[in-house]
């Protein structure tokens, strides 16, 4: 709905004081909920709005949190004051580091959590979190204003007969905005798990002009936990030590058993059964429209993509203590019901297994993530922000980093104060969120480790070192959280300095911890006197000293970077006008907008002598005194 001005003067004053907001977020799936209790938690009265209640911060893809990549991006949430971090560590049944073969930059938990119990969790939080209103209601419409200027702004939403005025509006609706899923020719108008889409807002936002288009992700079969023999299969335990995600839970003791997962394998009859039937899976048939995730494909397009290979594995991985559901992790599936029967069949220990719920895939509606800000901020409609599958992203841990962002931009624009923007070179999130508004997505973006060019520094143990001091900074961050991080950040930098300073045969002890054969526990006889630190201290610690030198090169890389990301760009600025830049520069620059040289550096289709060219017209610009 587009209201004039001088509409909107009356409008407030026709509803009452308990339906207006300061910040409304639209969706509780785990963008929603990070926006929402971050909101709330900055001081701003909010409301969250879902379809219904299960939804909130519920899993209805892979029963897991963390892994390559999204490991760093939840460890980074919990050091600006998320809560995804929190819950995960209320609610594992297994936990492991994945990567540890490898150096440190690349180590990622993961941890399997008990998805009921994630959302009881959850769902507590939310209920118990002062400033918050949890409403189970379908937001239909967003109330813009159409100022005389010709720039437009969010004034509220509608819902169900009723109209909700706001100063910020976060649209986080994940796989519910137009949502449709598909097993074979059975398409069914539906959200995940078969709740209650969202499908006026949909019509909506495409009417209001939005820039969409349609995603897809998929989902495998669960089946009866007693129904699986597991003596055909490889046993996955846990890591004996637990690893927790938040930093507040830093140095405490785990004590559970931990539940096992189990590793199997297609084979070539699964393939044959699979290709023999193909033209019946909604990918293939053309029932499906959106574009599905590269990196998470369903389990017709690994076969079909990759014939040359002999097998694919698979994860029998439990949901929770309190089901007899397991998910068979990396078998989605749009296939029939009887072709899924029969190649699930074929597979080591699942050949009599009960399967209670079918694989299927998703359609969705998205936006386009190049008409948002860096802030998250929506180009057209100021106060509007955006997060999660609704940017094109796919994951839990990629919508909740967007969604505290998205949480903590919204109640900084209300204050009048500067948005939080994370460089690359600071976080996980920043790479996140830089790469979709930046370079934009095609299809459904997953982070990963080898998107980060500044990896080394943006390693899982050192988040809160990273992106603590600037979320107390910027408001996110409790002061409980603050002073817990500095008695921390004070171990590491005492334990440095002072391992310097005692020597062994000539050698001081930090010398020696570089050398690539010691380790901090191994050089303790050395070392008596040593203080108590916690695990993630001593790693901290022993990583500093062993990279100090690539550490100290990647710094240097972000140094020489950081002067191009100072140089702003004024946001009405005519690329046109610039001679010298070419046609398919001054086309993506004036489409996209980029704040500073550094973001225009990485625009698809921007060369570096379009940013040489840019350089010396912005010389020219402040020597004019403009």
């Known amino acids: ?137 379908e937001i239909t419409e967003l109330i813009i204003e159409d100022k005389d200027d010709g720039k437009q702004s969010i004034v509220g939403v509608i819902g169900e007969g009723n109209v909700y005025p ?73 890591d004996d030590v637990v690893v927790p995600f938040s930093f507040m839970n830093e140095g405490k003791e785990y004590d559970i058993d931990q539940i096992s997962c189990w590793l199997s394998y297609t084979n070539k009859e699964t393939h044959k059964i699979i290709l023999d039937n193909i033209e019946k899976s909604a990918m293939y048939s053309g029932n499906i429209v959106g574009v599905g995730p590269r990196y998470c494909p369903s389990i017709e397009d690994k076969i079909a993509r990759f014939q040359d290979r002999e097998r694919h594995q698979l994860f029998v991985e439990p949901e929770g203590l309190e089901t007899d559901w397991m998910y068979i992790q990396g078998m989605s599936s749009s296939l029939p019901e009887d072709v899924q029967h029969a190649f699930y069949a074929t597979i080591p220990g699942l050949e009599h297994a009960t399967i209670v719920k079918p694989a299927y895939a998703i359609e969705y509606d998205c936006i386009d993530p190049l008409s948002m800000r860096p802030s998250l901020e929506s180009k057209i409609i100021g106060g509007l922000f955006c997060a999660g599958q609704f ?17 903590i931009n919204a109640v900084r624009l209300i204050q009048g104060k500067e948005a939080l923007v994370l460089g690359r070179d600071q976080a996980y999130i920043g790479v996140l969120i830089d790469d979709l508004v930046t370079k934009g997505t095609n299809e459904p973006y997953r982070i990963m480790t080898s998107r980060a060019e ?10 809160d070192r990273r992106l603590t001091e600037i979320g107390y900074e910027y408001g996110s961050v409790s002061e409980e959280r603050y002073q ?50 916690t695990a993630i201290e001593k790693t901290e610690v022993e ?62 289709g921007v060369s570096p002598a379009d940013i040489n060219v840019l350089l010396v017209w912005l010389e020219k610009e402040y020597r004019n005194g403009n």
């Open 166 to 238: 706001a100063s910020c509006v976060i649209i986080c609706t994940g796989t519910f905005l137009g949502g449709k899923i598909f097993i074979g020719d059975d398409v069914t108008v539906s959200g995940p798990a078969g709740l209650r889409p969202s499908c006026k807002l949909a019509e909506n936002l495409y009417i209001d002009g939005f820039p969409m288009r349609r995603f897809k992700t998929g989902t495998p079969a669960r089946m009866l936990r007693d129904t699986i023999d597991y003596s055909k299969m490889k046993e996955q335990k846990g």
């Open 454 to 463: 500044y990896r080394l520094l943006l390693r899982q143990d050192n988040a």
């Open 1 to 137: 709905m587009h209201l004039k001005s001088d509409q909107i003067s009356e409008y407030p004053a026709q509803v009452p004081e308990s339906a207006k907001y300061d910040v409304v977020v639209i969706g509780a799936g785990h963008a929603g909920c990070e926006a929402g209790l971050i909101a709330a938690r900055m001081g701003q009265k909010t409301a969250m709005f879902c379809t219904d209640i299960e939804s909130v911060a519920m899993m209805p893809c892979n029963p897991s949190i963390g892994g390559t990549g999204k490991g760093h991006l939840v460890r980074e949430i919990d050091a600006l004051g998320g809560e995804m971090g929190l819950a995960t560590d209320k609610t594992f049944i297994q936990t492991k580091m994945l990567n540890t073969s490898k150096g440190p930059a690349v180590h990622s938990l993961r941890a399997q959590a008990d998805k009921h119990r994630y959302h009881d969790v959850m769902l507590e939080t939310i209920e118990n979190q002062a400033n918050l209103d949890l409403k189970v209601e």
């Open 543 to 604: 990583v500093e000293i062993k990279y100090a030198g690539y550490i100290r090169k990647q710094i240097h890389e972000v140094e020489k970077m950081r002067k191009l990301e100072t140089k702003k760009l004024r946001d009405d600025l005519d690329y046109f006008k610039i001679n010298g830049l070419r046609i398919e520069a001054q086309q993506k620059l004036s489409k996209i907008r980029p704040i500073t040289v550094g973001q225009a550096s990485r625009i698809s």
């Open 484 to 533: 817990k991080y500095l008695i921390k950040k004070q171990h590491v930098d005492n334990e440095l300095e002072r391992l310097k300073t005692v020597r062994k045969q000539g050698v001081s002890l930090y010398d020696l911890l570089g050398r690539p054969e010691n380790t901090y526990d191994g050089i303790a006889d050395l070392d008596p006197d040593r203080p108590e630190l």
């Open 391 to 407: 940017n094109g992203s796919s994951g839990y841990e990629e919508a909740a980093s967007q969604g505290l962002i998205a949480g």
